[in-house]
């Protein structure tokens, strides 16, 4: 009866294959028939007999070769009768949109999920709760695909040398694994004087002086030597060869007769020229800067952070480094400081960076000093360092001030502003008083479930473990590695020839350990995610070994159409955590009764309240949203200064700590569309002008009526990505929000269309150069319903500051901007949707956005299933949607609620 009612569902719940609309007819009849008709078919290409339904990938490439050869211009021909624009732009944006239903419709994986190995994530975070391990997994394949997800299946096939590229990894996850659990109990701390910093600024201030008097007498007597009547003749030759340049005039000091070597003035630079070091000391670089430093009030009880002054092996004013020692073991650490603000230093100015290696490293995180330097306040930041923080430039710790010197460019940029200014430099506001590391001990943390199955000794201090305790440990560990399976007795009897063939060969009893061990984490019972189900067949297979295992579980991938099956309680535990956590289950939801429905959604709340879910949360955000432009590029420092690494940093946070509060308070997904609060940290709320963050971390901030913040659409990050980093696209603005918000994705951009070259160098407000855009139909298809919505979204600029005027300034020849050219304009943000209402200004675009949030929800759960059921959507989905919806929707679209009613789906307990 089941396997009936199977046979039946495609009729009844699959969308009609897609077609183009019959009115469409007219135009191939009009234009194209009399070149590929019955008579006539040129490039033996036909049209007048092409279905309108798009059944087959056979019809749906001619299609395509139609939309390309048209958006390309190259047809109709240009000599031929040109079909009118609204005309054409109409068809191209039905034929557009045809093909992606064709596509999705011939891509239709009818509800079959492919069997999948893990993704890097997923084996990062089970190596992690297995063994309490965090390793590096760059190396292993991307996995990127067709799909949106990383855990769409069809994408997360294996290669023949990946498994041992899993071995290895696998030996390096227990190499961090052992070293946790050997240095448990370990207690390690180091403190740092912020006034350490000052003799060595002092002593460089004396040096500079010297320097200088000694560069002068070196270059009185070369110049000395220059002015000889005898060597006039090599000193032109050598002018003529360094044009003119005095410095390195001084630099051939050798080859002028009577000249002295800058060595004699005590200029060494081991081999190079040492003329450089005294033509460098004459201008004593920065002097007046670093005197400024040893003048200031507390230098003598704490340090400073300036701008970079010298190279910093030289002379580091700029941050505070600090080198955790290479001896000290893996493990959780906490950074302290001990902080304060300059009185009168700007607020702008008052925030502190952190993170690992200054001059090539990335800014971990930033924290606004609040502190007096009468009364510093102190800053805790938990780190972990593993096996992989080996070298200087992953184990230096750092502190500067935000924004100092992120790149050089931004670093002279401020440093020259500041000359200009005062004459000296930029002006010091911040000042640390000390700086401490401490390692804390994990004596105390639960043993992870892999070493809590071995029951071995972890050194080789003890005597070898006996055969059959060994082997009891193999079966332990490899069923805790195996999400609960049990191995069959051949795979421990391999393992135990493994151990036996490692000691043969000279390895100690826990090298030999690892390496066994290694083997199983290289496994495909550890690798997949397997389902089989319940049936028979799944029971049989339990018994197989690892490679009968393996051949069973890909041919039943093959086998399609095939009747669903239900998933095990294991199995539906593994794929709830795997969606919840991306993490495997832990022993108490792996002997829940999860056919229960009070027992399912109990475990699901269970899953989201704990840290693990972490791992559903970052990968679904970002993924979800497409938040991957945010870091395909920089902003322009130059024209927003306020943009640094610390803004972006929090920027990019604002939007996962939103969905997180919206999630952890089971808020409404409407509030995503619009809301009246922010979550923020300080860095946002100076950055947004909002006053109410109390804390260091992200808190949610009440919003006046008239913000434009509030729900995605408020977020900096979001409108950053909308950009290029110097000019806002209302054209990639427009696209995100029908992909992401309003469930009304634009067909992917074609890539033939051609270069509009009649605008090029004119100078145009952005309104009139889109607008000039939309006149080809191979673009207005497109461009109608895009650009409307991002001219809304104009009062944003490209760092997604509030602005009410914009300018464009067209380049000269030489690639500089042409000051003359440039022209200013009131942003207007008034437009309206294709085919749809008005809206006046950027307020009424939200609200109308916010007012089809069924849209919105829409989009939400389909990204919800995907994501959980690892395989594209399908045309057979659509019921499960609208139940995601109708259940949510009785509780506002409560975040959770969507989550809830996929899980208690039909379609997420089946295979």
Known sequence: MRRLFILLLPSVLLAADPAMPDKHRALFKEHCVSCHGPEKQKGKFRVDDLPLTITNVEVAEKWQKVLNAMNSGDMPPEDEKQPPSAAKADFLDDLANVMVAARRSLGDQKGVITMRRLNRREYKNTLRELLGAEINVAELPPDGGSGAFDTVGSNLFMSANQIEQYQALGREALEEAFAWQTAASVTKKLHYEGETTTPKVKDFVKYQIDARERAKQWVKAVDEAIAKPENKEIVAKIQEEVKNNVSRLRREWARIPGAPNPRTFGFDKKGENDADLANDSLGAGWLKYHEYYTQMPDVDRGAYLGVQTRHPAELNVNYIELLVPFDWPVGDYVVRVRAAAVKDAPAERRFLDFGIHARTGKVLNTYEITGTIEQPQTIEIPLTLTRANLSRDNR???????????????????????????????????????????????????????????????????????????????????????????????????????????????????????ETLAVVLASPMFLYLAELGEDAEDNQTRGQSDRETQRIRESDVSLSPRPPVSLSNAELATRLSYFLWSAPPDAELRKSDLSKPEVLAAQTERLLNDPRSEGFLTAFVHQWLGLDRIDFFEVNRAMYPRFDAGTKVAAKGEIHETVAHILKYNASLRDLLKSDYVVINRVLAHYYGLPGVKGEGYEKVSLSKDSPRGGLLGMAAIHFMGGNGERTSPVERGAWVLRKLLHDPPPPAPANVPAITRLAGKVLTTHERLLAHQEDPQCASCHRKIDPIGFGLENFDAAGQWR???????????????????????????AAFHKGPAFKDYFELRNLIASKSDAFARSFSEALIEFALGRPLGFRDEPLVDEMIAQAGKKNFAMREFIHALIRSRDFHMK
Not at 413 to 418: L, M, P, T, Y
Not at 807 to 826: E, L, Q, R
């Open 804 to 830: 009410t005027e914009d300018s464009y300034t067209a380049i000269d020849a030489n690639g500089k901007p042409d000051p003359k050219s440039k022209k200013t304009w009131t942003i207007d943000s008034a």
């Open 396 to 514: 230096s710790l750092f502190f500067r001030e935000k924004g100092s010197w992120d790149t050089n460019e931004e670093g002279n940029r401020k440093r020259a502003e500041a000359v200009k200014r005062n004459g000296i430099g930029p002006e010091l506001a911040l000042w640390v008083d000390w700086i401490e590391v401490e390692r804390v001990p994990n004596a105390a943390k639960a043993v992870p479930p892999g070493f809590a199955a071995l029951k071995l000794p972890l050194d080789d201090k003890s005597p070898a473990p006996a055969a059959a305790e060994l082997r009891a440990a193999f079966e332990r560990f490899a069923t805790e590695a195996f999400r609960g399976t049990t191995p069959p007795a051949d795979y421990v009897d391999r393992l135990m020839r493994l151990y036996d063939v490692r000691r043969k060969a000279g390895d100690k009893p826990v090298a030999a350990l690892k």
